[in-house]
Protein backbone atom coordinates (compact mmCIF):
# COMPACT_ATOMS: atom_id res chain seq x y z
CA UNK A 1 0.00 0.00 0.00
CA UNK A 2 1.30 3.87 0.02
CA UNK A 3 4.15 4.34 1.58
CA UNK A 4 5.37 6.46 4.80
CA UNK A 5 9.26 6.27 3.16
CA UNK A 6 10.49 7.35 -0.35
CA UNK A 7 10.56 4.74 -2.74
CA UNK A 8 13.00 4.23 -5.54
CA UNK A 9 12.00 5.68 -9.18
CA UNK A 10 15.02 4.00 -11.35
CA UNK A 11 15.46 4.07 -14.93
CA UNK A 12 13.30 0.96 -15.52
CA UNK A 13 10.18 2.73 -14.34
CA UNK A 14 11.53 6.28 -16.05
CA UNK A 15 11.01 3.98 -18.83
CA UNK A 16 7.82 2.69 -18.54
CA UNK A 17 5.99 5.62 -17.94
CA UNK A 18 7.60 7.26 -21.17
CA UNK A 19 5.83 4.23 -22.85
CA UNK A 20 2.97 5.23 -21.01
CA UNK A 21 2.79 8.72 -22.31
CA UNK A 22 3.15 7.46 -25.93
CA UNK A 23 0.44 5.57 -25.34
CA UNK A 24 -1.64 7.99 -24.13
CA UNK A 25 -0.29 10.25 -26.94
CA UNK A 26 -1.81 7.64 -29.60
CA UNK A 27 -5.15 7.60 -27.91
CA UNK A 28 -5.33 11.04 -28.47
CA UNK A 29 -5.04 12.72 -25.06
CA UNK A 30 -2.99 15.81 -26.61
CA UNK A 31 -2.43 17.95 -23.99
CA UNK A 32 1.21 18.48 -23.26
CA UNK A 33 0.76 19.63 -19.67
CA UNK A 34 -1.08 17.05 -18.99
CA UNK A 35 1.25 14.17 -20.22
CA UNK A 36 4.54 16.02 -18.76
CA UNK A 37 2.38 15.64 -15.02
CA UNK A 38 1.80 11.62 -16.14
CA UNK A 39 5.66 11.93 -17.07
CA UNK A 40 6.51 13.59 -13.70
CA UNK A 41 4.72 11.17 -11.10
CA UNK A 42 5.74 7.90 -10.36
CA UNK A 43 2.88 5.79 -10.46
CA UNK A 44 3.71 2.94 -8.74
CA UNK A 45 4.24 5.24 -5.20
CA UNK A 46 0.39 4.99 -5.46
CA UNK A 47 0.40 1.15 -5.64
CA UNK A 48 0.96 -1.61 -3.31
CA UNK A 49 4.40 -3.27 -4.50
CA UNK A 50 3.49 -6.28 -5.82
CA UNK A 51 2.43 -4.12 -9.15
CA UNK A 52 5.63 -2.30 -9.54
CA UNK A 53 5.95 -3.67 -12.91
CA UNK A 54 2.27 -3.40 -13.75
CA UNK A 55 1.74 0.15 -12.81
CA UNK A 56 2.71 1.30 -16.04
CA UNK A 57 -0.14 -0.29 -17.78
CA UNK A 58 -3.37 1.20 -18.66
CA UNK A 59 -5.33 -0.02 -16.57
CA UNK A 60 -7.41 0.55 -13.15
CA UNK A 61 -5.93 -1.10 -10.27
CA UNK A 62 -7.17 -1.97 -6.57
CA UNK A 63 -6.26 0.96 -3.69
CA UNK A 64 -7.84 0.35 0.11
CA UNK A 65 -11.29 -0.36 0.84
CA UNK A 66 -12.48 -2.19 -2.29
CA UNK A 67 -11.76 1.41 -4.45
CA UNK A 68 -9.59 1.65 -7.62
CA UNK A 69 -7.08 3.87 -8.83
CA UNK A 70 -8.24 5.42 -12.18
CA UNK A 71 -6.53 3.80 -15.24
CA UNK A 72 -4.34 6.40 -16.55
CA UNK A 73 -6.25 6.84 -19.71
CA UNK A 74 -9.15 8.17 -17.75
CA UNK A 75 -7.00 10.48 -15.69
CA UNK A 76 -5.72 11.94 -18.57
CA UNK A 77 -8.86 12.57 -20.77
CA UNK A 78 -10.88 14.22 -17.42
CA UNK A 79 -7.51 16.27 -16.88
CA UNK A 80 -7.44 17.39 -20.39
CA UNK A 81 -11.31 18.12 -20.54
CA UNK A 82 -10.31 20.51 -17.45
CA UNK A 83 -8.31 22.65 -19.56
CA UNK A 84 -6.33 23.21 -16.15
CA UNK A 85 -4.70 26.65 -15.92
CA UNK A 86 -2.00 27.39 -13.01
CA UNK A 87 -3.71 28.57 -10.00
CA UNK A 88 -7.34 27.27 -11.18
CA UNK A 89 -8.99 26.32 -8.10
CA UNK A 90 -10.22 22.64 -8.72
CA UNK A 91 -12.46 21.03 -6.74
CA UNK A 92 -12.24 17.26 -6.34
CA UNK A 93 -14.54 14.29 -5.46
CA UNK A 94 -13.25 10.97 -4.52
CA UNK A 95 -9.23 11.43 -3.56
CA UNK A 96 -8.38 7.54 -3.55
CA UNK A 97 -5.07 6.83 -3.98
CA UNK A 98 -4.62 10.87 -4.70
CA UNK A 99 -3.08 10.10 -7.99
CA UNK A 100 -5.62 12.07 -9.93
CA UNK A 101 -4.95 15.09 -6.89
CA UNK A 102 -1.10 14.90 -7.47
CA UNK A 103 -1.24 15.11 -11.94
CA UNK A 104 -3.79 18.14 -10.98
CA UNK A 105 -1.29 19.72 -8.30
CA UNK A 106 1.66 18.77 -10.70
CA UNK A 107 -0.12 20.89 -13.23
CA UNK A 108 -0.04 23.97 -11.19
CA UNK A 109 -3.60 23.70 -10.29
CA UNK A 110 -4.61 24.22 -6.22
CA UNK A 111 -6.77 21.55 -5.97
CA UNK A 112 -9.09 20.57 -2.84
CA UNK A 113 -9.93 16.39 -2.77
CA UNK A 114 -12.61 15.08 -1.04
CA UNK A 115 -13.14 11.28 -0.16
CA UNK A 116 -15.84 9.30 1.90
CA UNK A 117 -13.62 6.70 2.92
CA UNK A 118 -12.39 7.33 6.25
CA UNK A 119 -9.51 4.39 5.79
CA UNK A 120 -8.76 5.80 2.05
CA UNK A 121 -8.38 9.50 3.66
CA UNK A 122 -6.28 8.32 6.38
CA UNK A 123 -4.11 6.56 4.39
CA UNK A 124 -3.19 8.67 2.40
CA UNK A 125 -2.37 10.80 5.38
CA UNK A 126 0.89 8.90 5.86
CA UNK A 127 2.36 8.78 2.30
CA UNK A 128 5.68 10.57 1.81
CA UNK A 129 4.80 11.72 -2.13
CA UNK A 130 1.71 14.14 -1.21
CA UNK A 131 3.95 16.10 1.01
CA UNK A 132 5.63 17.15 -2.69
CA UNK A 133 2.48 19.25 -3.36
CA UNK A 134 1.45 21.92 -0.61
CA UNK A 135 -1.27 23.18 -3.07
CA UNK A 136 -3.31 19.93 -2.45
CA UNK A 137 -5.71 20.25 0.35
CA UNK A 138 -7.72 16.57 1.59
CA UNK A 139 -10.67 16.14 3.34
CA UNK A 140 -12.57 13.64 4.75
CA UNK A 141 -16.54 14.44 4.05
CA UNK A 142 -19.29 13.71 1.75
CA UNK A 143 -18.68 14.68 -1.96
CA UNK A 144 -22.39 15.14 -2.51
CA UNK A 145 -21.77 18.49 0.07
CA UNK A 146 -18.89 19.48 -1.97
CA UNK A 147 -17.01 22.00 0.59
CA UNK A 148 -19.07 25.20 1.27
CA UNK A 149 -16.58 27.28 2.92
CA UNK A 150 -14.17 27.22 0.18
CA UNK A 151 -16.48 27.86 -3.14
CA UNK A 152 -17.12 29.01 -5.29
CA UNK A 153 -14.07 26.93 -7.87
CA UNK A 154 -13.44 27.43 -11.11
CA UNK A 155 -13.47 23.87 -12.06
CA UNK A 156 -15.11 20.58 -10.60
CA UNK A 157 -13.53 17.16 -11.26
CA UNK A 158 -15.65 13.99 -9.77
CA UNK A 159 -13.96 10.31 -10.26
CA UNK A 160 -16.89 8.23 -9.32
CA UNK A 161 -20.08 7.71 -11.14
CA UNK A 162 -22.98 10.05 -10.27
CA UNK A 163 -26.50 8.55 -10.57
CA UNK A 164 -27.38 12.60 -10.48
CA UNK A 165 -25.68 15.48 -10.88
CA UNK A 166 -25.41 16.80 -6.92
CA UNK A 167 -27.35 20.15 -6.82
CA UNK A 168 -24.48 21.68 -4.50
CA UNK A 169 -21.96 20.77 -6.55
CA UNK A 170 -23.23 23.21 -8.97
CA UNK A 171 -23.89 25.93 -7.03
CA UNK A 172 -20.14 25.49 -5.90
CA UNK A 173 -19.33 26.31 -9.30
CA UNK A 174 -18.15 29.34 -10.51
CA UNK A 175 -20.56 31.59 -13.12
CA UNK A 176 -17.76 30.41 -16.29
CA UNK A 177 -16.88 27.48 -14.76
CA UNK A 178 -16.89 23.96 -15.44
CA UNK A 179 -17.50 20.15 -14.08
CA UNK A 180 -16.11 17.11 -15.43
CA UNK A 181 -18.77 14.26 -14.03
CA UNK A 182 -19.14 10.53 -15.21
CA UNK A 183 -22.90 9.80 -15.15
CA UNK A 184 -24.38 7.14 -14.71
CA UNK A 185 -25.04 3.52 -12.64
CA UNK A 186 -23.12 0.40 -12.96
CA UNK A 187 -23.01 0.27 -16.85
CA UNK A 188 -23.47 2.77 -19.81
CA UNK A 189 -22.05 5.30 -17.45
CA UNK A 190 -21.05 8.47 -20.34
CA UNK A 191 -18.95 11.65 -19.01
CA UNK A 192 -20.13 14.75 -18.91
CA UNK A 193 -19.33 18.12 -19.16
CA UNK A 194 -21.14 20.78 -17.67
CA UNK A 195 -20.38 24.31 -18.00
CA UNK A 196 -22.02 26.87 -15.59
CA UNK A 197 -22.37 29.77 -18.20
CA UNK A 198 -21.32 33.70 -16.90
CA UNK A 199 -25.31 34.22 -16.70
CA UNK A 200 -26.10 30.79 -14.32
CA UNK A 201 -27.59 28.58 -17.56
CA UNK A 202 -26.17 25.66 -17.45
CA UNK A 203 -24.98 23.78 -20.87
CA UNK A 204 -24.54 19.64 -20.44
CA UNK A 205 -21.79 17.96 -23.31
CA UNK A 206 -21.65 14.08 -23.80
CA UNK A 207 -18.15 13.26 -24.07
CA UNK A 208 -18.21 9.37 -24.19
CA UNK A 209 -18.74 6.12 -22.56
CA UNK A 210 -17.12 5.19 -19.09
CA UNK A 211 -16.53 3.23 -16.28
CA UNK A 212 -16.33 4.17 -12.49
CA UNK A 213 -17.08 3.30 -9.23
CA UNK A 214 -20.21 4.40 -7.66
CA UNK A 215 -20.20 8.12 -5.78
CA UNK A 216 -21.96 6.97 -2.95
CA UNK A 217 -24.03 9.43 -0.01
CA UNK A 218 -22.49 10.32 3.21
CA UNK A 219 -19.45 8.99 5.22
CA UNK A 220 -17.95 5.66 5.31
CA UNK A 221 -16.31 5.85 8.90
CA UNK A 222 -14.36 2.06 9.40
CA UNK A 223 -10.56 1.76 9.19
CA UNK A 224 -9.04 -0.98 7.64
N1 LIG B 1 -9.22 9.87 -8.15
C1 LIG B 1 -8.93 8.56 -7.60
C2 LIG B 1 -9.93 7.54 -8.10
C3 LIG B 1 -10.54 6.88 -6.94
S1 LIG B 1 -11.93 5.83 -7.25
C4 LIG B 1 -7.51 8.15 -7.89
O1 LIG B 1 -6.83 8.81 -8.68
O2 LIG B 1 -7.03 7.18 -7.29
C5 LIG B 1 -13.25 6.84 -6.64
C6 LIG B 1 -13.17 7.32 -5.21
O3 LIG B 1 -14.35 8.09 -4.95
C7 LIG B 1 -13.14 6.22 -4.16
O4 LIG B 1 -12.03 6.40 -3.33
C8 LIG B 1 -14.45 6.41 -3.39
O5 LIG B 1 -14.36 6.09 -2.01
C9 LIG B 1 -14.71 7.89 -3.61
N2 LIG B 1 -16.09 8.34 -3.43
C10 LIG B 1 -17.25 7.73 -3.81
N3 LIG B 1 -18.32 8.47 -3.46
C11 LIG B 1 -17.83 9.58 -2.83
C12 LIG B 1 -18.44 10.73 -2.20
N4 LIG B 1 -19.77 10.88 -2.12
N5 LIG B 1 -17.63 11.66 -1.67
C13 LIG B 1 -16.26 11.53 -1.70
N6 LIG B 1 -15.65 10.47 -2.26
C14 LIG B 1 -16.41 9.51 -2.81
Redesign the pocket.
Known amino acids: MLNSKPLDDNYMHKGLRAQLVELLRNKGIKNENVLKAINAIPRHF?LDTAFERIAYEDKAFP?L?D????QPYT?AFQSELLEVKKFDKIL??????????CVLAEMGAQVFS????RA?YEHVNKFFFIKKYATLKRFY????EGLPSYAPFDKIIV??AAPFIPPKLIEQLKPGGYMVIPFGAETGQKMLKITKEIDQKIVTETLGDCD???????K?QSVV
Open positions: FIAQTISVEIGTGSAYQSIERQLGDGYTAFVPMLGGN
